[in-house]
């Protein structure tokens, strides 16, 4: 498998170290020695019925995903995903969660997730992962005390494909802030595709929300990954971030809210080379490519990975340029360019 090529060092951006996340054995999922554990994990209450019902819905639905976003040869060489219940019902028949898998110590990519509603049934879980018509129904039959705000569960479950041409988005620091870099548009797992990546650095390094939406908590509560969950089935995903804020997972977070410092963190595994945050474009359980969209007010382009622009009018803005401005979701420059 190719790893990702290193930006040339340059006075604006010296060469770093490497990091790499160290194994360790964690008790909420069984990790080879080349898988990374999270650093802290969240406290599971689910009991092992729970665990196994959601780690064979993973399988099943995105453990070939994940194989080929993590380089290998297939579902069978992941080791169970991690599986971190946010909320419990009152009666305790009902869970809310997310689930991943730990990326391996070479890889530079974010890790794959899903979140999770499950029912207990006669003593047995009914487990539906997010995308698809059972997610929602599950969703709609879910108890208040489950989902408090009737907005995360819209959020959650709504999905406009016809949206895929414009999410609306900002780049993923204050608006109208300059001083930002990019290591070049790629896959999430470097050379995989869809090239769905991008790699910021630089400005005053206060990494924020691209848009509205929910926030959900992976591989621990210190430094986790981070994604926001937007309306119509979008979402984004932070990566690497130090110093975060304390919101629990399933808060609402407006656009431009701090989210945490680039960084070199690793909860969930892989590696990272200098301080950044690793940026990737969702839509439900697929990456989306970022070529010919229109993000932060800049129209970005594919070449090979970790190459790529961003353009807009007649600036262009390539691999370590200087340096990128961000103009927001939505300006005079997106409808009449």
């Known amino acids: 498998m190719k790893t990702r090529t290193e930006p040339m060092p340059t006075k604006d951006h010296p060469p770093k170290r490497v990091r790499i996340a160290k194994p360790l054995i964690a008790t909420a999922v069984l990790v080879s020695t080349t898988f990374s554990a999270p650093y802290a994990k969240a406290e599971d209450n689910s009991g092992p019925d729970l665990t196994e019902a959601v780690t064979a819905q993973m399988h099943r639905q995105h453990g070939n995903d994940a194989a080929e976003s993590y380089g290998l040869g297939g579902a069978a060489q992941l080791p169970a995903p991690l599986v971190e219940p946010y909320r419990v019902s009152a009666d305790g028949q009902w869970t809310f969660g997310g689930s991943v898998y730990l990326l391996p110590e070479w890889v530079h990519a974010t890790p794959v997730t899903a979140l999770f509603v499950a029912r207990e049934v006669a003593g047995e879980w009914e487990v539906a992962l997010q995308s698809g018509g059972e997610f929602a129904q599950l969703m709609e039959e879910a108890p208040v005390d489950l989902f408090p705000d009737a907005r995360e569960k819209s959020a959650l479950t709504s999905s406009n494909l016809r949206g895929l041409a414009r999410p609306g988005l900002a780049l993923p620091w204050a608006e109208d802030q300059g001083g930002w870099r ?156």
């Open 182 to 337: 990019h290591w070049g548009v790629h896959g999430n797992g470097g050379n995989t595709r869809p090239f769905n990546a991008i790699d910021f650095y630089g400005g005053d390094g206060k990494t924020r929300a691209s848009a509205d939406g929910f926030l959900y908590r992976f591989c621990g509560t210190v430094n986790p990954y981070i994604e926001i969950h937007h309306v119509n089935g979008w979402r984004t995903g932070y990566y690497h971030l130090r110093n975060q804020t304390d919101v629990p997972s399933g808060s609402f977070v407006k656009r431009y809210d701090f989210l945490g410092e680039i960084g070199e963190e690793l909860p969930c595994g892989g590696r990272a080379n200098g301080d950044h945050v690793h940026w990737t474009l969702w839509h439900e359980s697929e990456g989306q490519v970022v070529q010919d969209r229109v993000i932060g007010g800049w129209t970005w382009h594919e070449e090979r990975a970790y190459r790529g622009w961003a353009q807009r009018g007649n600036e262009r803005i390539g691999h370590s340029d200087c340096c990128l401005v961000n103009y927001g979701p939505f300006d005079g420059y997106i409808f009449n360019r």
